[in-house]
């Protein structure tokens, strides 16, 4: 240790000028301070205190504007979602989403209320016209055959009276040209019977299947005729100009298609076998007090049983009408003066929508017989 610090030492002392002894000195001892503790501390510091914040700064920034970026893209994403898709709009149409939510709502409300209301293709379908024209004209042979086999025709001694009010107690009008007291005399007078009673089976069985004004008792579901019969009535004029018989019509439609048993059937709304027998029953005992004077004790019970079971063929054809998607009226209007109807005619009044014929189609004439007047 001595000589190494020795060597410096003595070639500096040899040196005659005392300011080679200053200068190695001050080498010796500053020099290896300088490098050793001093030179390097000012150069570390100098780099730290300038790269470091910058990058720093720059993490930090990025940072920032990465979130406030991100921020913005999911706003702008969020506010074109809403645009396209109301999260809580039930108008949301996929085929629409590009238009202004307004626009998008309404045409799904419209057309969704459309779908909605056309019930048209789920009503049941009819019978082709020309069956229910065979129907009727059936139902009218049948009378014929039941009127010719079931009454006598000799002389009775009840009253026109008594008669003409046993036929207003049964819902007959009195029309001017046909009023209950010239039908009850064309029953009494034998020449002119068989036609008066073929008039008055006809016109109660066929009132019977009416749906515009079923009578008392009715041969329709008992639920249609008792709502049938709670409407108030109204001229024609004032139900037009209300729609009542639009209104009418889709209820009707509508009603067959609820007590179908079956509706993807698609058919014609069956009757109740059991419903239709008590109904034809109650039929029969209302016609009864007028048609047992025209009777024989032994033919009495056989002209009962016969006549319910020709009424209850005729609720076959008013099932048939009142479930067909088209509307249908029976005319007991006849065209020929001096006769009266026997048989019912028959006219299609609206297209399966509902639209209405003016005038009605008709589909049958009704049949017509002459009565002899006195």
């Given at each position: 240790?001595?000589?190494?610090?020795?060597?410096?030492?003595?070639?500096?002392?040899?040196?005659?000028?005392?300011?080679?002894?200053?200068?190695?000195?001050?080498?010796?001892?500053?020099?290896?301070?300088?490098?050793?503790?001093?030179?390097?501390?000012?150069?570390?510091?100098?780099?730290?205190?300038?790269?470091?914040?910058?990058?720093a700064g720059a993490a930090v920034g990025c940072y920032i504007g990465g979130i406030l970026i991100g921020a913005l893209i999911c706003w702008l994403l969020l506010r074109r979602r809403?645009?396209?898709?109301?999260?809580?709009?039930?108008?949301?149409?996929?085929?629409?989403?590009?238009?202004?939510?307004?626009?998008?709502?309404?045409?799904?409300?419209?057309?969704?209320?459309?779908?909605?209301?056309?019930?048209?293709?789920?009503?049941?379908?009819?019978?082709?016209?020309?069956?229910?024209?065979?129907?009727?004209?059936?139902?009218?042979?049948?009378?014929?055959?039941?009127?010719?086999?079931?009454?006598?025709?000799?002389?009775?001694?009840?009253?026109?009276?008594?008669?003409?009010?046993?036929?207003?107690?049964?819902?007959?009008?009195?029309?001017?040209?046909?009023?209950?007291?010239?039908?009850?005399?064309?029953?009494?007078?034998?020449?002119?019977?068989?036609?008066?009673?073929?008039?008055?089976?006809?016109?109660?069985?066929?009132?019977?299947?009416?749906?515009?004004?079923?009578?008392?008792?009715?041969?329709?579901?008992?639920?249609?005729?008792?709502?049938?019969?709670?409407?108030?009535?109204?001229?024609?004029?004032?139900?037009?100009?209300?729609?009542?018989?639009?209104?009418?019509?889709?209820?009707?439609?509508?009603?067959?298609?609820?007590?179908?048993?079956?509706?993807?059937?698609?058919?014609?709304?069956?009757?109740?076998?059991?419903?239709?027998?008590?109904?034809?029953?109650?039929?029969?005992?209302?016609?009864?007090?007028?048609?047992?004077?025209?009777?024989?004790?032994?033919?009495?019970?056989?002209?009962?049983?016969?006549?319910?079971?020709?009424?209850?063929?005729?609720?076959?054809?008013?099932?048939?009408?009142?479930?067909?998607?088209?509307?249908?009226?029976?005319?007991?209007?006849?065209?020929?003066?001096?006769?009266?109807?026997?048989?019912?005619?028959?006219?299609?009044?609206?297209?399966?929508?509902?639209?209405?014929?003016?005038?009605?189609?008709?589909?049958?004439?009704?049949?017509?017989?002459?009565?002899?007047?006195?």
């Amino acid at each position: 240790m001595a000589s190494s610090s020795g060597v410096p030492s003595s070639s500096t002392t040899s040196a005659p000028t005392p300011s080679t002894t200053s200068a190695p000195t001050s080498s010796t001892t500053s020099a290896p301070t300088s490098s050793t503790t001093s030179a390097p501390t000012p150069t570390h510091n100098s780099t730290t205190g300038v790269s470091g914040g910058a990058v720093a700064g720059a993490a930090v920034g990025c940072y920032i504007g990465g979130i406030l970026i991100g921020a913005l893209i999911c706003w702008l994403l969020l506010r074109r979602r809403k645009q396209r898709r109301p999260a809580f709009s039930p108008g949301y149409d996929e085929g629409a989403a590009g238009e202004p939510k307004g626009y998008v709502h309404e045409s799904f409300t419209t057309s969704n209320t459309r779908r909605e209301a056309d019930l048209a293709p789920f009503f049941l379908d009819g019978v082709p016209d020309q069956e229910l024209a065979t129907e009727l004209e059936c139902l009218g042979d049948l009378i014929y055959q039941h009127v010719e086999n079931s009454y006598h025709k000799q002389p009775v001694r009840q009253s026109v009276t008594l008669l003409s009010s046993e036929l207003s107690r049964l819902g007959f009008p009195r029309d001017p040209n046909l009023t209950p007291e010239i039908v009850a005399a064309a029953c009494i007078d034998p020449k002119n019977r068989q036609v008066g009673l073929r008039h008055v089976i006809s016109w109660v069985l066929f009132k019977g299947i009416d749906f515009q004004q079923p009578s008392t008792p009715s041969m329709l579901p008992a639920s249609v005729a008792s709502f049938v019969r709670s409407i108030p009535r109204r001229r024609a004029q004032e139900s037009q100009s209300l729609g009542l018989p639009l209104a009418m019509s889709n209820w009707r439609k509508t009603s067959a298609l609820l007590l179908h048993p079956t509706p993807s059937d698609r058919t014609s709304l069956p009757p109740v076998e059991s419903d239709v027998s008590s109904q034809a029953r109650i039929l029969t005992d209302a016609l009864d007090p007028f048609l047992q004077h025209f009777t024989t004790a032994e033919s009495h019970p056989g002209q009962k049983k016969h006549l319910q079971a020709v009424i209850e063929e005729g609720a076959k054809l008013g099932y048939m009408l009142f479930s067909h998607p088209n509307d249908w009226q029976l005319v007991f209007v006849g065209k020929k003066s001096g006769q009266v109807v026997v048989c019912p005619g028959l006219e299609k009044s609206s297209d399966r929508n509902g639209a209405r014929y003016s005038p009605p189609k008709p589909i049958l004439d009704p049949t017509e017989a002459s009565i002899l007047l006195k």
